[in-house]
């Protein structure tokens, strides 16, 4: 039997950040870290559980995507001790006649042994009130392999125990100390010291952010290499792109540097900047569980910055953001997909209601659209996975700018109803939740079954966005041109691509709904 524990919240720093959430369950890039711990053990065959806290609630996503894994979930009291935490487990999974692996729910590694009766050590990396495995010269635990003296070596996270009721005896006999009672244990049962130097700690906010650094998330398109000096070498497939980028990082205005990372122009195929030990706003809107108080000082935050980037002005005609072209040119794209075929003109009926077709939607959204004639400095891509917020600072910083207009025209200008429309299609348009899978779709014929599995604070941080930003019709009409224009562009998964497409309608109801259109 495999345990990971975490059955207690994360430390208030993490709170800060996250709101309140078991360590196994932090997000890394769009994907929550108990699924790269149970991908530790897919060759094992032995039964999982994951003990979480009671109080916690876990969405329906999450529920149906650990069950999927074949892991069980255990509900265990709040405010127990490590100690005690682990004893109800094994008492609520008696008999247990196997050994016990116990995977503590803040750790990680890149490998793991599965030696039986083992702890697994690695080496002490900050000031922190460690488990080590030596005291001075002498060895707290008793064990059957030879190991050389080293007082930097600390348990971190993962064991092994032949005789789980030994230890459920000594962790009681040791007042529920669960320290005390491995030390207590190895008496009776020594144990094999396995170092192991690929693990990853999630237990404290620093090592949170660095630990994270080694697991990134990135587009197909894109290529990071992180380097030693602190910075990142970002290059690409797609030369124009880094130009671009380039071009904008290089052009943006100096009394606006506090809100992008150091930059350094590398060649026109890449570029140099600083990474950045913060949580993009896809993270926290997806994974984290932040009020909306704390979300209305982030969009404050967001609007401070737009509205002084787009003070910078450009009337240069020849840049072009025409929606409506771009979105018919993108949509060609779909004509021979067997399932989007007639894409344009067929009727859907969306969750019951009146069917309507792609076309009207777009001939009603078109009405909303307003020629532009003044262009300002834009962002291009100012979507949550973009963003970072810093909680001690209060500032957001920016990065992975659009770079081009339209028709790929390399410009730092831009219409910038287009950033405000990137912030709706994340706000309302759930495009984070859809990309990391919290939806259910089922598209038969003409119907349409579309739901996004989102918690109930999602609606109140929706109506501060709208008390804060005050947006008109046009950038609603835009978004929607955003995710009609986007479904090409995500060929590689075909459920994905259809969410997105039902998602289309679902927005489309609800900005009438909600007189937003």
Not at 147 to 169: A, C, H, R, T
Not at 176 to 181: N, Q, R
Request: hydrophobic share 40%.
């Amino acid at each position: 039997m495999i345990i990971i524990m975490s059955a207690a919240y994360c430390s208030p720093d993490f709170e800060l950040e996250f709101g309140k959430i078991p360590p196994t369950f932090l997000p890394l890039g769009n994907r929550r870290l108990y699924e790269y711990q149970i991908n530790l053990f897919k060759n094992i065959d032995d039964s999982i559980i994951i003990a979480l806290p009671k109080s916690f609630k876990i969405s329906k996503y999450d529920f149906q995507k650990i069950t999927s894994f074949g892991v069980k979930i255990l509900y265990i009291p709040d405010s127990l001790s490590l100690g005690e935490a682990l004893v109800y487990a094994i008492n609520m999974n008696s008999p247990i006649n196997e050994t016990l692996y116990i995977f503590h729910g803040d750790s990680y590694f890149e490998h793991i042994s599965f030696n039986k009766n083992s702890l697994t050590v690695t080496k002490v990396r900050e000031n922190y009130k460690w488990a080590y495995l030596f005291d001075g010269e002498n060895l707290n635990y008793s064990i059957k392999n030879n190991i050389d003296i080293d007082n930097e070596l600390i348990l971190s996270g993962f064991m092994n125990i032949e005789n789980p009721y030994i230890l459920v005896k000594c962790i009681i006999e040791s007042n529920y100390s669960f320290i005390e009672a491995l030390k207590q244990y190895s008496i009776f049962c020594p144990f094999e010291i396995l170092i192991n130097y690929s693990w990853l700690d999630f237990g404290l906010i620093t090592n949170y952010f660095h630990s994270k650094k080694a697991i990134s998330s990135q587009r197909c398109f894109n290529k990071l290499k992180f380097c030693n000096d602190g910075y990142i070498i970002k290059t690409s497939k797609w030369d124009k792109k880094i130009q671009s980028e380039i071009n904008w990082f290089l052009n943006f205005p100096k009394e606006l540097d506090i809100y992008i990372p150091k930059f350094k122009e590398q060649s026109n195929q890449s570029y140099k900047i600083e990474y950045l030990y913060n949580n993009t706003l896809s993270e926290l809107f997806v994974f984290g569980s932040l009020p909306s108080y704390v979300w209305e000082n982030i969009f404050k935050s967001l609007k401070f910055f737009l509205d002084k980037l787009h003070r910078y002005k450009n009337i240069d005609t020849n840049i072009c953001f025409d929606y409506k072209n771009k979105t018919l040119e993108r949509l060609k794209f779909l004509n021979d997909d067997s399932f989007f075929n007639d894409l344009i003109n067929k009727k859907y009926c969306y969750n019951e209601k009146n069917p309507i077709s792609l076309k009207d939607i777009l001939n009603d959204i078109n009405l909303y659209l307003v020629d532009n004639k003044e262009y300002s400095i834009i962002h291009g891509d100012f979507c949550f996975s973009n963003i970072m917020f810093d909680f001690r600072s209060g500032f957001i910083k920016v990065f992975d700018p659009r770079g081009m207009d339209f028709k790929e025209n390399i410009t730092i200008y831009g219409d910038m109803h287009y950033d405000y429309a990137k912030l709706v299609h994340c706000v309302f348009g759930m495009y984070d939740f859809i990309i990391s899978g919290f939806y259910t779709c089922k598209i038969k014929d003409n119907k349409i079954y579309f739901v996004i599995d989102m918690p109930n604070e999602i609606y109140n941080i929706q109506r501060k966005f709208t008390e804060i930003f005050q947006l008109n019709k046009n950038i609603f009409a835009i978004t929607l041109h955003l995710f009609l224009s986007m479904l090409p562009l995500h060929h590689d998964s075909k459920e994905r691509q259809k969410a997105l497409f039902a998602n289309i309608f679902r927005l489309y109801f609800l900005f009438k709904e909600e007189g937003l259109l």
